[in-house]
């Protein structure tokens, strides 16, 4: 004769246990992109984004110096692979041994 034990538990203790298994569990679930990392530029969006002319971007991505895509005769710009060139394309300030000492 076994006797089944009934647990009484409240419905708000259930839901905090669920929400947390649910947090716990939505990295393994969904994939979590960087908002930029999906952002594509044409020509005027990146001369904006820029703040270059138009003219320059044409330019800089027929001699091969920016990261772009071709698709016939259009061009298109991943924004994540143009923040990785600014980045190299950034110069560096000098350190304070490397200074002339004004005075």
């Known amino acids: 004769m076994s006797q089944a034990l009934a ?32 952002i594509i530029f044409d ?9 270059v002319e138009a003219s320059w971007v044409y330019d800089a991505a027929k001699m091969q110096k920016i990261p772009h895509y071709k698709m016939g005769k259009y ?4 924004k994540a692979a143009i923040d990785a060139w600014l980045e190299k394309q950034s110069i560096r300030p000098l350190s304070a041994v490397g200074r002339k000492k004004e005075g």
Do not use: C, H, M, N
């Open 43 to 51: 020509v005027p969006g990146l001369s904006e984004y820029l703040k």
């Open 7 to 38: 647990l009484q538990i409240s419905p708000d203790f259930v839901r905090a246990i669920s929400d947390g298994v649910i947090e716990r569990l939505k990295p393994w679930f969904t994939i979590q992109a960087k908002p930029d990392e999906d």
């Open 75 to 78: 061009l298109r710009f991943r």
